[in-house]
């Protein structure tokens, strides 16, 4: 059983994360930070370490880049408490107790130097404009506020609070009736994202 995540998402504040979410997981014993710009080998990398786990049975949370569904920002096998994360803006991680906890993984040393350089101005054209473009979908999200707020002051109108809380009360007494331990722990993560 895989679990599937947006740790970060894009919303009318701009971009916002949980990454700090992950890394407080009780269970992790060794973390890697995987750092090198876009188009290095992150995700692949997360990707297959995920699936080679998975065919050993391992449960395996990934995290979705908000951004690009199909590209993940970390994978983390259950059973052996192994966190891979995509290290790099805008989710930096910096590792807390390098060496003992975490290690980083520079995939950026793997770069054919010969071939950015040769492509450099199409490279920083084709960044300026994803940056430019992310400004853009952050400003037309923020000028949603209005609309999502008269959706909202809508729907508050048409909700009986007292079946609302009542229905919250039963599910949770139905989803938790067969659980047994020290309780549940929270944890915040995106299901969906922008």
Do not use: W
């Not at 995920?50 to 970390?74: A, K, T, V, W």
């Not at 790099?88 to 290690?103: F, K, L």
């Amino acid at each position: 059983l895989n679990n599937y995540y947006f740790p970060g998402g894009n919303t009318t504040k701009g971009f916002f994360n949980y990454y700090n979410e992950i890394l407080k997981e009780t269970t992790l014993k060794r973390i890697y930070t995987i750092k090198g710009g876009p188009g290095v080998g992150k995700s692949t990398l997360m990707k297959e370490t995920g699936r080679i786990f998975e065919e050993q049975n391992c449960h395996i949370n990934y995290y979705h880049c908000s951004s690009d569904p199909d590209s993940l920002d970390g994978v983390f096998i259950l059973e052996k408490g192994i966190l891979l994360v995509d290290g790099t803006s805008p989710h930096i991680i910096d590792p807390i107790y390098p060496g003992a906890v975490y290690e980083m993984l520079n995939l950026a040393e793997f770069f054919d130097k010969n071939i950015l350089t040769a492509r450099k101005d199409e490279i920083i054209t084709l960044t300026d404009n994803i940056s430019l473009t992310f400004k853009k979908a952050y400003r037309y999200l923020k000028a949603l506020i209005p609309l999502y707020e008269d959706l909202e002051e809508t729907y508050k109108k048409s909700i009986n609070d007292n079946e609302f809380y009542s229905l919250i009360r039963y599910l949770t007494s139905d989803i938790t009736k067969e659980k047994k331990g020290n309780g549940f722990k929270e944890s915040k993560l995106f299901l969906s994202a922008i």
